[in-house]
């Protein structure tokens, strides 16, 4: 191995090596990579965990495994074949959650240093704030297609993980899913929806009927329908019980012709009687069942093209519908709930015709299967290589950390093509932490803004705290001198107080919560700040920032700015391809703007990289360095981070320009980059 042979490494870092207890979180794309590079450069005690068991669609990119290995743990099967590399490595395969109680702050003690790779956001907070609570240095990463990047993070030195806000994923109001769609993913978002009524966990936010509240739909005929549907609740009244979709599916023995009628004919004439919905936009046309559109398609071009690839017109999709009803079905009668599945060929057909007879009716480009997987899905499609490089960037940032170098440390970038200065990996300076930060700061501290007489105690816990926050188990009180007990972690301690509003324990503006997270050792101080009414379907507003020492006056309008997170469930649309910033002063910036998204866990790899430094004296690793004094230039510019400097070229106007269409995120027309990469 690397680290046995003489020259190879420095004396120091080869002892490192052999002497130094490695945790790899994560063994999937870049996992398996990963760990076939630890192996043979010379580490012998490795521990790796992964909750995942291998599929089938891992295999084109996850070396480790084969088609033997399917449905086996991911964790133990990278063991094994690893070791086929060094027989004298000892690896610990744990297949398991990371999250889970006994990986606390003295498990992540035992390590020198911790390697992620991992392909959702949660794990990535959680191990974050593990690593800053055990004070153990932490190399982040993460891959998107051709896209990829590696950064380290240390206590007190570095950006966490959590410095930095992350953009948030796409999101749709349901008035537009259910009554407006105007893009192909609106459509496969109602069509997953649709899966979850028949078949799956219900929900009632996830309802596919017409939405009779929507505030466009104030016509005689809107207003006359959404009466109408509040009179049918009412029994007492004398009206007509309504009935969920999966009750009336299964009193029709989910019938394909009548679910296909009330779907996509009797519900699109109900919309068509809301008139004021098209005044502006085309109208939905009804389908019937006995006179489908005929296919205007090339048939010839068609048949060369293999199944996903294959554009169905209305005469397949309902071929393809009879036959995943009928077999999802049965799955139902035998499973019970079920839940959606890219891989599951049933669900897959079942939400491909269903989104493009949605599609049709409302004249927005049909898509193929293949096309409806990846957005349904989320998916990116992986790149074996990128893994590859990206895990050899993770040994070598690794390695300058175990030498104690870690002022030589970098965020590195990889591009999909070199840029105008012939580079496709591009290093980036270390940022400091960010003070105002609500996981690493010295006393973190967020103001959520809401309205205390419509939130209760178990949205607080579930969607703040745990969803947007990241929290496993909070226990939380209330700073009011007292130390009341709002929310314990210990099961059934304060149930009683699910249901309960924050009006009822008279938390109001100004009021502070003290939240502590026993299993991540970590404490944050929430800030309440009361409003009356929020930005359309939004329950909160969270803010890494403790607000003026004064408290705000009630107020009936939402703040705009330093926001993070906000309520909404969240669905990603399809990733554009990023755009590239010409000028070398923008090297970094431009690196890190053209990093993509991969879906419902779309997060970044790593903190943020804003200022630009060359990498003459690293020598482990490897840079095209022409052109390295190119980077002054007479005037200097305040930077992102507080109370830093940096030259300012004249190409970064449109840098930042190109930033903060970035910063947008969702609140765009969707088609902005987001500063987000995974590995599926």
């Known amino acids: 191995m690397a680290a046995s042979i003489h020259g190879v490494l420095p004396e120091d870092t080869a002892q490192m090596v052999n002497a130094c207890r490695v945790l790899v979180v994560g063994a999937g794309g870049i996992g398996c990579e990963l760990l076939k590079n630890l192996v043979l450069t010379g580490f012998h005690d490795i521990v790796v965990i992964d909750l995942d068991t291998i599929d089938v669609s891992n295999l084109n990119r996850?070396?480790?495994?084969?088609?033997?290995?399917?449905?086996?743990?991911?964790?133990?099967?990278?063991?094994?074949?690893?070791?086929?590399?060094?027989?004298?490595?000892?690896?610990?395969?744990?297949?398991?959650?990371?999250?889970?109680?006994?990986y606390n702050r003295e498990f992540f003690r035992q390590f020198n240093i911790v390697m992620n790779a991992l392909d959702n956001r949660a794990a990535r907070n959680h191990v974050n704030r593990m690593c800053l609570a055990a004070d153990v240095p932490l190399v982040e990463s993460g891959t998107a297609g051709y896209?990829?990047?590696?950064?380290?993070?240390?206590?007190?030195?570095?950006?966490?993980?959590?410095?930095?806000?992350?953009?948030?994923?796409?999101?749709?109001?349901?008035?537009?899913?259910?009554?407006?769609?105007?893009?192909?993913?609106?459509?496969?978002?109602?069509?997953?929806?649709?899966?979850?009524?028949?078949?799956?966990?219900?929900?009632?936010?996830?309802?596919?009927?017409?939405?009779t509240a929507d505030p466009e739909a104030a016509g005689d005929a809107g207003q006359s329908a959404a009466t109408s549907t509040a009179s049918t609740n009412d029994n007492a009244a004398g009206g007509v019980e309504r009935t969920s979709t999966r009750t009336w599916a299964e009193s029709t023995d989910y019938n394909p012709q009548k679910l296909f009628k009330k779907l996509f004919h009797d519900d699109v004439k109900y919309l068509l009687s809301m008139d004021k919905l098209w005044k502006?936009?085309?109208?939905?046309?009804?389908?019937?069942?006995?006179?489908?559109?005929?296919?205007?398609?090339?048939?010839?071009?068609?048949?060369?093209?293999?199944?996903?690839?294959?554009?169905?017109?209305?005469?397949?999709?309902?071929?393809?519908?009879?036959?995943?009803?009928?077999?999802?079905?049965?799955q139902y009668r035998q499973r019970g709930e079920l839940a959606w599945d890219k891989d599951d060929d049933a669900a897959m057909d079942f939400v491909t015709c269903t989104a493009n007879f949605r599609s049709y009716i409302f004249g927005i480009p049909t898509k193929t299967r293949f096309d409806v997987k990846s957005m349904a899905g989320n998916i990116i499609p992986a790149i074996a290589t990128t893994n590859a490089v990206i895990a050899g960037l993770i040994v070598m940032e690794g390695l300058k950390v175990l030498s104690g170098h870690l002022d030589k440390c970098k965020t590195v970038y990889l591009n999909r093509a070199p840029n105008?200065?012939?580079?496709?990996?591009?290093?980036?300076?270390?940022?400091?932490?960010?003070?105002?930060?609500?996981?690493?700061?010295?006393?973190?501290?967020?103001?959520?803004?809401?309205?205390?007489?419509?939130?209760?105690?178990?949205?607080?816990?579930?969607?703040?705290?745990?969803?947007?926050?990241?929290?496993?188990?909070?226990?939380?009180?209330?700073?009011?001198?007292?130390?009341?007990?709002?929310?314990?972690?210990?099961?059934?301690?304060?149930e009683e107080n699910n249901n309960k509003l924050l009006s009822d324990f008279s938390i109001k503006s100004g009021s502070r919560l003290k939240a502590d997270d026993f299993l991540q050792s970590y404490e944050l101080v929430i800030n309440i700040i009361h409003i009356d009414k929020l930005p359309e379907e939004q329950e909160y507003i969270v803010e890494g920032k403790a607000p003026a020492p004064e408290p705000a006056p009630t107020t009936n309008n939402a703040p705009t700015n330093n926001t993070i997170t906000t309520q909404d469930s969240a669905v990603s649309s399809s990733t554009s391809e990023p755009s590239r910033v010409q000028g070398p002063a923008g090297d970094c910036n431009e690196a890190q703007a053209a990093v993509t998204t991969n879906g419902s866990n779309g997060d970044?790899?790593?903190?943020?990289?804003?200022?630009?430094?060359?990498?003459?004296?690293?020598?482990?690793?490897?840079?095209?360095?022409?052109?390295?004094?190119?980077?002054?230039?007479?005037?200097?510019?305040?930077?992102?981070?507080?109370?830093k400097k940096r030259k300012l070229s004249d190409s970064d106007d449109a840098v930042m320009a190109k930033k903060a269409k970035v910063a947008m995120g969702a609140s765009g027309d969707g088609n902005e980059e987001e500063l987000v990469i995974l590995d599926s």
């Not at 939905?284 to 060369?304: C, G, I, M, R, V």
């Not at 939130?455 to 496993?472: A, P, R, Y």
Request: aromatic residues 4%; proline residues 8%.
């Open 62 to 102: 996850q070396f480790l495994f084969h088609k033997k290995h399917v449905g086996k743990s991911k964790s133990q099967v990278a063991k094994e074949s690893a070791q086929m590399f060094n027989p004298k490595a000892k690896i610990e395969a744990r297949h398991d959650s990371v999250t889970n109680p006994e």
């Open 147 to 211: 896209l990829g990047q590696v950064t380290v993070i240390k206590k007190g030195l570095t950006e966490c993980y959590e410095c930095q806000p992350k953009p948030t994923q796409k999101t749709f109001p349901g008035c537009t899913i259910r009554n407006t769609p105007s893009e192909p993913i609106h459509c496969i978002v109602w069509a997953k929806h649709l899966f979850n009524q028949l078949f799956g966990e219900e929900d009632p936010d996830q309802d596919v009927s017409p939405d």
């Open 280 to 330: 502006k936009r085309r109208p939905p046309t009804p389908l019937d069942w006995d006179n489908l559109p005929q296919s205007e398609s090339n048939q010839t071009d068609a048949a060369s093209l293999i199944k996903d690839q294959r554009l169905w017109d209305m005469q397949e999709c309902v071929s393809h519908f009879k036959d995943s009803l009928e077999s999802l079905k049965q």
């Open 420 to 494: 105008v200065r012939k580079r496709l990996l591009v290093p980036c300076r270390l940022e400091t932490p960010n003070p105002e930060c609500y996981v690493c700061s010295p006393k973190p501290e967020v103001t959520v803004h809401l309205n205390t007489s419509h939130v209760t105690v178990k949205v607080l816990e579930d969607k703040i705290l745990k969803g947007e926050l990241n929290m496993i188990a909070p226990d939380v009180e209330i700073d009011d001198g007292k130390g009341t007990i709002l929310i314990s972690s210990e099961e059934g301690e304060t």
């Open 604 to 643: 970044q790899a790593g903190p943020s990289a804003a200022i630009v430094e060359e990498d003459d004296d690293d020598d482990l690793i490897i840079m095209d360095d022409e052109d390295e004094e190119e980077q002054a230039q007479p005037m200097t510019a305040q930077t992102a981070s507080p109370g």
